[in-house]
């Protein structure tokens, strides 16, 4: 069994940063997936970033390559999103989401078997 919490979301300026952190409780997490995912107002969920098991591999939504970085300490349970220069496009509920012992990336909801419960991050101009 996995459980995730996270913390770190809130308002935020234009250009500014925030560090999402989700803490995972389970003995599955050193080898699986995890994923960060965003619902803004209105859209339905996407996947923003995910690693792989031991993070040597990544994933970054186009919208956010190069501005937001995932990731991953299994020594210490957590992942992690690091965003930086946020737009107010950013704005959404994220939510961080583990996979049961898959081992690859991958921006599937239907791929990740436990969820967080989600942090308003609310970027203005």
């Known amino acids: 069994q996995v459980q995730l919490v996270e913390s770190g979301g809130g308002l935020v300026q234009a250009g500014g940063s925030l560090r999402l952190s989700c803490a995972a409780s389970?003995?599955?997490?050193?080898?699986?997936?995890m994923g960060w995912f965003r619902q803004p107002p209105g859209k339905e969920r996407e996947c923003v970033a995910a690693i792989n098991w031991d993070g040597t591999s990544t994933y970054y939504r186009d919208s956010v390559k190069g501005r937001f970085a995932i990731s991953r300490d299994n020594a210490k349970n957590t992942v992690s999103l690091q965003m930086n220069s946020l737009k107010p496009e950013d704005t959404a509920v994220y939510y961080c989401?583990?996979?049961?012992?898959?081992?690859?990336?991958?921006?599937?909801?239907?791929?990740?078997?436990?969820w967080g419960q989600g942090t308003q991050v609310t970027v203005s101009s």
């Open positions: 389970g003995r599955t997490f050193s080898s699986s997936a």
């Open positions: 989401a583990a996979t049961e012992g898959r081992g690859g990336v991958s921006t599937a909801r239907n791929a990740y078997d436990f």
